[in-house]
């Protein structure tokens, strides 16, 4: 109501689900409220698009009557300026069903268009110029809404001859009168005055108001002050200047009491059980001893495997460890790489190595991780979780000298990193592509320490320079917003409690005395000081916070301890001895364990007792598969390297590559997610139809999707483009193509497909039965062939498409005839499921591979084996048992590409002779599919890691890399990848993409280019 009485802010998520649920009448009248028919062109759309949907519902409930009404009443204000377009819906109404109608063909079913219409007004109503500045909801303080209704309350009930003291906020709803005096209700028994509480909180000695003097004056406690101090005792979650703004003007000698009050008011029996209390929840006892093979200068705990340490050394090493067995998983010597685009400073690094680590850390969900050296660079790896893989993301020439920090952060829903230096300057880094995003400038020494953080919404970024200055930073404003001296003037480290209310401090100045201290950010001042420190020192102390509870810091040879609530240090651990005098230290996510530099290149893991249970129950997991994973990062480079063949370590770690462009912005290609209104999983095949006009797509639940492009003014081919979006191809009710799956959810189900010629059928199969379908009308037209055994690979007899061949799971191949449903041959060869099939017709051959890494030429005409080979896998890799080969001719049917997780090869099909070979080699991610382009020139091949490689033929050798950030959104590049490609028919540069989570991505060169290589 309130929203369109003001017409100040239009509820968007309201209005869509009005049109979700049909409420048409309700719908209108809300958008009314904003703009009427006729305000513009974009108004006039929206009120068409909801009459009309309107009366296509009635028709399709056979309401005719209802359907004429509403032409002759609702849709006839827009005849005018459509007549052919409202011609065209007078003819509905004589049809049975309007979808026999070429225009509304692919309508579906009624929820499936709602959602569709809510798609096309979202669109519409933020190009309004009407609506487009109040679809967001007004930005108000606080403190702005009670304060808007005190202000009502006291306009309106000044109008009372005798006002209510207390009036209640529903009197606001109508015109209103307060009772006389004879009327007015007496306090009830149960109700406790102001007053009497607030005396009897003073009396109780909570707050001792004699003490609370100004200028020598004591002051007496009138109302307001007591008000005051009942609001910030029974109320301490709100600050102090939301309060005051609650009232009207307080003085500021009475802000100053205020100010005491609460500063006081702590009471003391929070911390008379704290040493008990860190007996039991502190991890104080040490458990693991990691042995480091140089001295550890970083480290951070992953955040959500919570035994995975990420430790960096003085040396540039960079090592993770499982702390629950005391395993070294993965270790990566520095390394200079020899590229062309890299600075001077860079290269010069060989010739003067001294370089160490100054901040290693994961990014918030453990998928990044990023490292600051001591010379001007920062890397950002990547960490694969699902993939089981890490590789080399990013190598940025940051600063000029030494990089002191680095964090992550995320403001506006794009992940950064942040990195300082001796150069004086904060950058900000887009965390996927290596943009420069930001450059904030003001310090007048190095900056120090950096501490991005998010407050109401709002992200900022608090720093710390090498001469205790503090300054504060909006990321839309890179001006300094807030600036104030370090206590004591020092090098400090900053850390927010993990609920993000609180910040704590932590340094070392010039003169060797050290702080730790809790900070209001706002206005720089001391909430409060920890005591406990050593009063001199020569190195800096370094801390961590945990839990909201505890404060801990290396200090004199021990951990010292600290309840955040208190000033008076709560403890002391000397972990065994051999502590450095300034330990660094790290908390896991919860607090369970804590991690601590000590002597001799060591790493020391206290546990307490939940500490100690996830210690064992971590060991007793075999993490075979993580010490893979990071195995490969060490030979990982960080881009294609060619035909090269893995070999031993050289002496050198200088790797040269050679010149590979990598396309990681939007600028140099186009690309477009298809979205399904259907919700399925992983895309597991995907094939373009043969006209180039739609592409058909299998899920891992059996679900068949398809996409058409219509024709339009911008298509008058309706070819596949990323100009505009496709429209899925749903029937009439919603019916969908979906194959059977096994009634065993845990078997392992391979699904398969292939397309006839003409568009017109489908075979398809996901693990079960064998089924064939009509692709016009999305109608199963009969099951082919029960399993077991299952299909694995279906592909139609190029002659005759009446006869298909199906490769089985037991490694057998099948040529059957759909027609007369009867099996024309079997053939056996095999000793593994099959994964590829292929008829050569210029040759009379069939090409069939499995998961044996076999390959095998047959006789088309006699079905008589001819010769086999096997796939030459490299030395030193090895195929998993799911690992599939498949094949795929060339377009003179003379040659075909064999893909492996391992390699891309090319034969010849007559004499299976290997001519062309290309091992993924120095690559951490192996290769998940790959298809030629349809000329024949290129190979598009889709990495693991998410990124697409761009192969010429002519030497098998990789031009291109497309990074995942070309084609997903930020937010789902860390966890979204593609799983198999498919090559446009008539198109050599476009491509699509069958992703994790359901969608395609179609992917195509920017217009300027046209092409993907060069001339």
């Given at each position: 109501m309130?929203?369109q009485?003001t017409?100040?802010?239009f509820?968007?998520?309201?209005?869509?689900?009005?049109?979700?649920d049909?409420n048409?009448?309700?719908?209108?009248?809300?958008?009314?409220?904003?703009?009427?028919?006729?305000d513009?062109k974009?108004?006039?759309k929206?009120?068409?698009?909801?009459r009309?949907q309107?009366?296509?519902?009635?028709?399709d409930k056979?309401?005719?009557k209802?359907a004429?009404d509403m032409?002759?009443?609702?849709?006839?204000?827009f005849a005018?300026?459509?007549?052919?377009?409202?011609?065209?819906?007078?003819?509905?109404?004589?049809?049975?069903d309007?979808?026999e109608?070429?225009?509304?063909?692919?309508?579906?079913?009624?929820g499936s268009?709602?959602?569709r219409i809510?798609?096309?007004?979202?669109?519409?109503?933020?190009?309004?110029?009407?609506?487009?500045?109040i679809?967001?909801f007004?930005q108000?303080g606080k403190?702005?809404?009670?304060?808007l209704?005190n202000?009502s309350?006291?306009?309106?009930?000044?109008?009372c001859s005798s006002?209510?003291?207390?009036?209640?906020i529903?009197?606001?709803?109508?015109?209103?009168?307060?009772?006389g005096?004879?009327d007015a209700?007496n306090?009830?028994?149960?109700e406790?005055?102001?007053?009497?509480?607030?005396d009897?909180?003073?009396?109780a000695?909570?707050?001792?108001?004699?003490?609370l003097s100004?200028?020598?004056?004591v002051?007496t406690?009138?109302l307001?002050?007591?008000i005051?101090i009942c609001?910030?005792?029974?109320?301490?979650?709100?600050?102090t200047?939301?309060?005051m703004e609650?009232?009207?003007?307080?003085?500021?000698?009475?802000?100053e009491?205020?100010m005491?009050?609460?500063?006081?008011s702590?009471?003391?029996?929070?911390?008379?059980?704290?040493a008990?209390?860190l007996?039991?929840n502190?991890?104080?006892?040490v458990?693991?001893i990691?042995g480091m093979?140089?001295?550890?200068?970083?480290?951070?705990?992953?955040?959500?495997d919570?035994?995975?340490l990420?430790v960096?050394t003085?040396?540039?090493?960079?090592?993770i460890?499982?702390?629950?067995?005391?395993e070294q998983?993965?270790?990566?010597?520095?390394t200079?790489?020899e590229?062309?685009s890299?600075?001077e400073?860079?290269?010069?690094?060989?010739?003067n190595?001294a370089?160490?680590?100054n901040?290693i850390l994961?990014?918030?969900?453990?998928t990044?991780f990023g490292v600051?050296?001591?010379k001007?660079?920062?890397?950002l790896?990547?960490?694969?979780k699902?993939?089981?893989y890490?590789?080399n993301l990013?190598?940025?020439?940051a600063?000029?000298?030494?990089?002191?920090?680095l964090?992550f952060?995320?403001?506006?829903?794009?992940l950064?990193?942040?990195?300082?230096?001796n150069d004086k300057?904060?950058q900000?880094?887009?965390?996927?592509t290596g943009?420069?995003?930001y450059?904030?400038?003001?310090?007048?020494?190095?900056?120090y320490?950096?501490?991005?953080h998010?407050?109401?919404d709002?992200?900022?970024?608090?720093?710390?320079?090498?001469?205790?200055?503090?300054?504060a930073w909006?990321?839309?404003?890179?001006?300094s917003r807030?600036?104030?001296a370090?206590?004591?003037l020092?090098?400090?480290k900053m850390?927010?409690?993990?609920?993000?209310?609180r910040?704590?401090?932590?340094?070392?100045?010039k003169n060797g005395?050290?702080?730790?201290?809790?900070?209001?950010?706002g206005?720089g001042?001391?909430?409060?000081?920890?005591?406990?420190?050593?009063?001199?020192?020569?190195?800096?102390v370094?801390f961590?916070?945990?839990n909201?509870?505890y404060?801990?810091?290396?200090?004199d040879?021990k951990?010292?301890?600290?309840?955040?609530?208190?000033?008076?240090m709560?403890?002391?651990?000397?972990?065994?001895?051999?502590?450095?005098?300034s330990?660094?230290?790290?908390f896991?996510k919860?607090g369970?364990?804590?991690a601590v530099?000590?002597?001799?290149y060591?790493?020391?893991?206290?546990?307490?007792?939940?500490g100690?249970k996830l210690l064992?129950d971590?060991a007793s997991?075999?993490?075979?598969?993580?010490?893979e994973?990071?195995?490969k990062?060490?030979?990982c480079a960080?881009?294609m390297l060619?035909?090269?063949?893995p070999?031993?370590?050289t002496?050198?770690n200088?790797?040269e590559?050679?010149?590979v462009?990598k396309i990681?912005?939007?600028?140099?290609?186009?690309?477009i997610l298809?979205?399904?209104e259907?919700?399925t999983?992983m895309?597991?095949?995907?094939v373009?139809?043969?006209?180039?006009?739609?592409i058909?797509?299998l899920a891992q639940?059996?679900i068949h999707l398809?996409?058409?492009?219509?024709?339009?003014?911008?298509?008058?081919?309706?070819?596949a483009?990323?100009?505009?979006s496709?429209?899925?191809w749903?029937?009439?009710k919603?019916?969908l193509?979906s194959?059977?799956?096994?009634e065993n959810?845990s078997?392992?189900v391979i699904p398969?497909f292939?397309?006839?010629?003409?568009?017109?059928?489908?075979?398809s199969?996901?693990?079960r039965?064998i089924?064939?379908y009509?692709?016009?009308?999305?109608?199963?037209?009969?099951?082919?062939?029960?399993?077991?055994?299952a299909?694995?690979c279906i592909v139609?007899?190029p002659?005759?498409?009446n006869?298909?061949?199906?490769?089985m799971?037991d490694s057998?191949?099948?040529?059957?005839?759909?027609?007369?449903?009867?099996?024309?041959?079997?053939l056996e060869?095999?000793?593994?499921?099959?994964?590829?099939?292929a008829f050569?017709?210029?040759?009379?051959?069939?090409?069939?591979?499995?998961?044996?890494?076999?390959?095998?030429l047959w006789?088309?005409?006699t079905w008589?084996k001819?010769r086999?080979?096997m796939?030459d896998?490299s030395?030193g890799?090895?195929?998993?048992?799911?690992?599939?080969?498949t094949i795929?001719?060339?377009?003179?049917?003379?040659?075909?590409?064999?893909?492996h997780?391992t390699?891309?090869?090319?034969?010849e099909?007559?004499?299976?002779?290997?001519?062309?070979?290309?091992?993924?080699?120095a690559f951490?991610?192996?290769i998940?599919?790959s298809?030629?382009?349809?000329?024949?020139q290129?190979?598009?091949?889709?990495?693991?890691?998410g990124?697409v490689?761009?192969v010429?033929?002519?030497?098998?050798?990789p031009?291109?890399e497309?990074?995942?950030?070309a084609y997903?959104?930020?937010r789902h590049s860390?966890?979204?990848?593609p799983?198999?490609?498919?090559s446009h028919?008539q198109?050599?540069?476009?491509?699509a993409?069958?992703?994790?989570?359901?969608?395609?991505?179609?992917?195509e060169p920017?217009?300027s280019?046209?092409k993907?290589t060069?001339?």
């Amino acid at each position: 109501m309130l929203e369109q009485e003001t017409g100040y802010f239009f509820d968007m998520k309201y209005f869509e689900d009005m049109i979700l649920d049909g409420n048409w009448v309700d719908a209108e009248n809300y958008l009314s409220s904003f703009t009427a028919v006729d305000d513009n062109k974009y108004s006039t759309k929206i009120y068409f698009e909801i009459r009309r949907q309107k009366f296509l519902e009635a028709l399709d409930k056979r309401d005719h009557k209802a359907a004429l009404d509403m032409l002759l009443k609702d849709l006839k204000v827009f005849a005018q300026s459509n007549k052919e377009l409202y011609k065209e819906m007078t003819q509905l109404l004589i049809l049975d069903d309007f979808r026999e109608h070429h225009s509304l063909a692919t309508y579906g079913d009624t929820g499936s268009a709602r959602k569709r219409i809510v798609k096309e007004l979202r669109g519409v109503l933020d190009t309004n110029p009407l609506l487009q500045e109040i679809t967001k909801f007004p930005q108000s303080g606080k403190s702005r809404l009670r304060r808007l209704i005190n202000q009502s309350l006291n306009w309106q009930h000044i109008h009372c001859s005798s006002p209510h003291p207390q009036p209640h906020i529903d009197t606001l709803f109508t015109d209103h009168r307060c009772p006389g005096p004879d009327d007015a209700q007496n306090q009830s028994k149960g109700e406790i005055s102001l007053s009497a509480v607030t005396d009897s909180v003073i009396s109780a000695g909570a707050i001792n108001l004699k003490s609370l003097s100004i200028q020598g004056d004591v002051l007496t406690c009138d109302l307001s002050l007591k008000i005051f101090i009942c609001y910030s005792i029974f109320f301490p979650q709100v600050s102090t200047t939301i309060i005051m703004e609650l009232f009207a003007g307080p003085s500021e000698d009475m802000k100053e009491i205020v100010m005491q009050v609460v500063s006081n008011s702590i009471s003391r029996n929070d911390y008379q059980n704290a040493a008990k209390e860190l007996e039991i929840n502190f991890p104080k006892s040490v458990k693991r001893i990691l042995g480091m093979g140089s001295q550890p200068t970083s480290m951070d705990f992953h955040p959500c495997d919570e035994t995975l340490l990420l430790v960096g050394t003085n040396v540039a090493d960079i090592e993770i460890w499982d702390v629950s067995g005391a395993e070294q998983l993965f270790k990566r010597k520095f390394t200079v790489r020899e590229v062309k685009s890299v600075s001077e400073v860079f290269l010069d690094m060989e010739n003067n190595p001294a370089i160490s680590i100054n901040r290693i850390l994961w990014n918030p969900d453990g998928t990044l991780f990023g490292v600051a050296y001591s010379k001007c660079m920062i890397r950002l790896y990547s960490y694969h979780k699902n993939g089981n893989y890490a590789e080399n993301l990013l190598e940025i020439d940051a600063h000029v000298g030494s990089v002191n920090d680095l964090a992550f952060s995320k403001p506006y829903d794009k992940l950064v990193a942040i990195s300082c230096g001796n150069d004086k300057l904060i950058q900000v880094w887009d965390a996927v592509t290596g943009a420069k995003l930001y450059t904030f400038e003001g310090h007048d020494a190095p900056v120090y320490s950096i501490c991005p953080h998010l407050k109401e919404d709002i992200p900022f970024l608090m720093s710390v320079s090498t001469s205790g200055v503090i300054r504060a930073w909006l990321f839309y404003n890179l001006g300094s917003r807030v600036t104030y001296a370090a206590p004591g003037l020092c090098c400090m480290k900053m850390a927010y409690s993990t609920d993000g209310k609180r910040l704590f401090l932590c340094g070392t100045n010039k003169n060797g005395e050290s702080y730790i201290v809790e900070l209001n950010e706002g206005e720089g001042v001391i909430i409060r000081n920890y005591l406990g420190l050593s009063k001199f020192r020569l190195d800096t102390v370094k801390f961590d916070t945990c839990n909201n509870k505890y404060l801990a810091a290396g200090d004199d040879h021990k951990i010292k301890i600290w309840d955040v609530n208190s000033s008076e240090m709560l403890a002391s651990i000397e972990a065994d001895g051999g502590l450095p005098e300034s330990p660094y230290v790290c908390f896991n996510k919860k607090g369970t364990l804590l991690a601590v530099f000590a002597d001799k290149y060591q790493i020391k893991i206290l546990a307490n007792d939940h500490g100690v249970k996830l210690l064992e129950d971590s060991a007793s997991v075999s993490t075979r598969c993580i010490a893979e994973t990071f195995g490969k990062v060490s030979v990982c480079a960080i881009a294609m390297l060619g035909n090269v063949n893995p070999k031993g370590p050289t002496g050198s770690n200088r790797l040269e590559m050679p010149v590979v462009s990598k396309i990681v912005g939007i600028s140099r290609c186009q690309s477009i997610l298809l979205i399904s209104e259907v919700k399925t999983n992983m895309i597991r095949r995907l094939v373009y139809t043969h006209a180039g006009n739609g592409i058909l797509a299998l899920a891992q639940d059996g679900i068949h999707l398809l996409w058409r492009w219509p024709k339009s003014d911008s298509s008058s081919s309706g070819t596949a483009t990323t100009k505009f979006s496709p429209r899925l191809w749903q029937p009439m009710k919603g019916a969908l193509m979906s194959n059977d799956l096994p009634e065993n959810g845990s078997e392992v189900v391979i699904p398969c497909f292939s397309l006839s010629k003409n568009d017109s059928y489908v075979v398809s199969a996901s693990g079960r039965m064998i089924t064939l379908y009509n692709m016009l009308v999305f109608k199963k037209m009969r099951n082919v062939m029960a399993s077991p055994p299952a299909a694995t690979c279906i592909v139609f007899y190029p002659p005759d498409n009446n006869i298909v061949g199906i490769g089985m799971d037991d490694s057998t191949i099948l040529m059957y005839n759909i027609r007369v449903d009867k099996v024309i041959s079997r053939l056996e060869g095999h000793h593994k499921r099959i994964s590829g099939l292929a008829f050569s017709t210029s040759l009379n051959a069939l090409v069939s591979s499995g998961v044996d890494t076999q390959i095998i030429l047959w006789d088309s005409v006699t079905w008589e084996k001819k010769r086999s080979t096997m796939l030459d896998i490299s030395i030193g890799w090895s195929a998993s048992d799911l690992s599939e080969t498949t094949i795929e001719l060339d377009k003179n049917q003379k040659q075909f590409l064999a893909v492996h997780e391992t390699q891309l090869a090319i034969y010849e099909v007559a004499t299976l002779q290997c001519v062309k070979q290309w091992p993924i080699a120095a690559f951490c991610a192996r290769i998940s599919h790959s298809t030629y382009s349809c000329d024949g020139q290129l190979v598009f091949a889709v990495m693991r890691d998410g990124n697409v490689l761009i192969v010429g033929t002519s030497d098998l050798t990789p031009r291109y890399e497309i990074d995942p950030s070309a084609y997903l959104m930020p937010r789902h590049s860390c966890y979204v990848y593609p799983v198999v490609v498919a090559s446009h028919p008539q198109d050599p540069n476009q491509f699509a993409l069958g992703l994790s989570n359901g969608g395609v991505a179609v992917m195509e060169p920017d217009e300027s280019r046209g092409k993907w290589t060069e001339d």
